[in-house]
């Protein structure tokens, strides 16, 4: 089993920084490909974006290339998610995943093929 566990969301107003975490205990973290959903009221879970066990690989939704920065600390069993530029239609709550194999683009990482969740973090950006 893996424990994941987000935190660093909150309000923001448009045009902001949030950075987020995810900590991950029980099973070698670096073991994992780590990735970023988020689901806002009344829609599916999105992919926001992945990054590969060691660090060397990243994707992101093409919506959020530019402003958005997936990153790792193997030696702190962290996975982080800087968000700059916020706007109004990033409000979400963002959960972070692991999966143990498997592509790492959006068209290959959907929410069922991961196999550990969090429990999510609000992020709500004001206008």
């Known amino acids: 089993q893996v424990q994941l566990v987000e935190s660093g969301g909150g309000l923001v107003q448009a045009g902001g920084s949030l950075r987020l975490s995810c900590a991950a205990s029980?099973?070698?973290?670096?073991?994992?490909?780590m990735g970023w959903f988020r689901q806002a009221p009344g829609k599916e879970r999105d992919f926001v974006a992945a990054?590969?066990?060691?660090?060397?690989?990243?994707y992101y939704a093409d919506s959020l290339k530019g402003r958005f920065t997936i990153s790792r600390d193997n030696a702190k069993n962290t996975v982080y998610l800087q968000m700059n530029s916020l706007k109004p239609g990033d409000t979400a709550v963002y959960y972070c995943?692991?999966?143990?194999?498997?592509?790492?683009?959006?068209?290959?990482?959907?929410?069922?093929?991961?196999?550990?969740w969090g429990q999510g973090t609000q992020v709500t950006v004001s206008s």
């Open positions: 995943a692991a999966r143990s194999g498997g592509g790492l683009s959006p068209g290959n990482w959907s929410p069922r093929s991961s196999d550990y």
């Open positions: 029980g099973r070698t973290f670096s073991n994992y490909h």
């Open positions: 990054i590969s066990w060691n660090g060397r690989i990243t």
